[in-house]
């Protein structure tokens, strides 16, 4: 058997997420189909994340195996790029070490979320419609103390079958990308579910005056996902880049 990364990049709304369940089209699901149908072979592939209903990637890794290895992985994207759709791009397709893993072998992942305080019709299939008062300085200033933190319960799914809700946070920030459109950017070493819309929707209750920087800092302290603020909508949110020892996305 063979191993090969895929690079792909997928918008979420017509998906029901990342990972295959019954009865509903998901994008591991959609793809692989369309790499089984090519490779005449069943075809498992497994993901750098798990992202939920709504959610876009900018950039998703994920690995496959198959027998006897890929002759042509050129012809085998375009192949996939035109079996699965317009809301999926697969960008390439390279072997890589056999004990390779997507998910486990991930260095950092980094999380875009989006928002816009104007309204525009282009804007809000892949952008929060933002109150224009909101105070990014206050929320930046909260958003500081995710980087000294080290358990993210209070940002945690409950029932979450998590092993562990630790997480490092190397970067998070709001970002102002002009004309009143903002990003927030987070990059940790993993994820909860749900911790980064969760994490965003309490920096917004920072940013509209309902809570203060240092009961940001409480809610974080206090474990509890029932003290922080409620979950952003989905479809602003987008996986930006996975990082990896050995492999470079962005080359692809």
């Given at each position: 058997?063979?191993?090969?990364?895929?690079?792909?990049?997928?918008?979420?709304?017509?998906f029901?997420?990342?990972?295959?369940?019954?009865?509903?089209?998901?994008?591991?699901?959609?793809?692989?189909?369309?790499?089984s149908?090519?490779?005449?072979?069943?075809?498992?592939?497994?993901?750098?994340?798990?992202?939920d209903?709504?959610?876009?990637?900018?950039?998703?890794?994920?690995?496959?195996?198959?027998?006897?290895?890929?002759?042509?992985?050129?012809?085998?994207?375009?192949?996939?790029?035109?079996?699965?759709?317009?809301?999926?791009a697969?960008?390439?397709?390279?072997?890589?070490?056999?004990?390779?893993?997507?998910?486990?072998?991930a260095?950092?992942?980094?999380?875009?979320?989006?928002?816009?305080?104007?309204?525009s019709?282009?804007?809000?299939?892949?952008?929060?419609?933002?109150?224009?008062?909101l105070?990014?300085?206050?929320?930046?200033?909260?958003?500081?103390?995710l980087?000294?933190?080290?358990?993210?319960?209070?940002?945690?799914?409950?029932?979450?079958?998590?092993?562990?809700?630790?997480c490092?946070?190397?970067?998070?920030?709001?970002?102002?990308?002009?004309?009143?459109?903002?990003?927030?950017?987070?990059?940790?070493?993993?994820?909860?579910?749900n911790?980064?819309?969760?994490v965003?929707?309490?920096?917004?209750?920072v940013?509209r005056?309902?809570?203060?920087?240092?009961?940001f800092?409480?809610?974080?302290?206090?474990?509890?996902?029932?003290?922080?603020?409620?979950?952003?909508?989905?479809?602003a949110?987008?996986?930006?880049?996975?990082?990896?020892?050995?492999?470079?996305s962005?080359?692809?």
């Open positions: 058997m063979s191993r090969y990364f895929i690079h792909l990049a997928y918008r979420g709304e017509p029901h997420g990342w990972q295959s369940q019954p009865n509903a089209v998901s994008v591991q699901s959609t793809i692989e189909e369309a790499l149908t090519i490779m005449r072979m069943p075809i498992k592939i497994v993901g750098a994340g798990r992202t209903a709504g959610v876009n990637a900018h950039s998703m890794v994920a690995h496959f195996d198959v027998e006897n290895g890929i002759a042509n992985p050129d012809g085998i994207v375009r192949g996939l790029n035109s079996l699965v759709g317009r809301d999926i697969i960008y390439s397709i390279k072997q890589v070490p056999d004990d390779a893993h997507a998910r486990f072998d260095t950092s992942r980094t999380y875009h979320y989006y928002a816009h305080s104007q309204k019709p282009f804007d809000y299939p892949l952008s929060w419609q933002a109150p224009a008062t105070d990014y300085d206050k929320m930046n200033e909260a958003a500081k103390i980087l000294t933190t080290s358990d993210f319960t209070s940002f945690a799914k409950l029932h979450a079958d998590n092993k562990t809700n630790i490092r946070v190397t970067e998070a920030r709001w970002e102002p990308l002009g004309e009143g459109r903002w990003v927030f950017v987070i990059t940790a070493d993993r994820f909860l579910r911790m980064v819309r969760a965003v929707g309490t920096l917004v209750e940013g005056g309902k809570i203060t920087v240092e009961e800092k409480e809610i974080i302290d206090a474990k509890d996902r029932c003290s922080a603020g409620t979950s952003m909508p989905g479809h949110l987008f996986l930006w880049n996975v990082t990896y020892p050995y492999y470079n962005s080359e692809s």
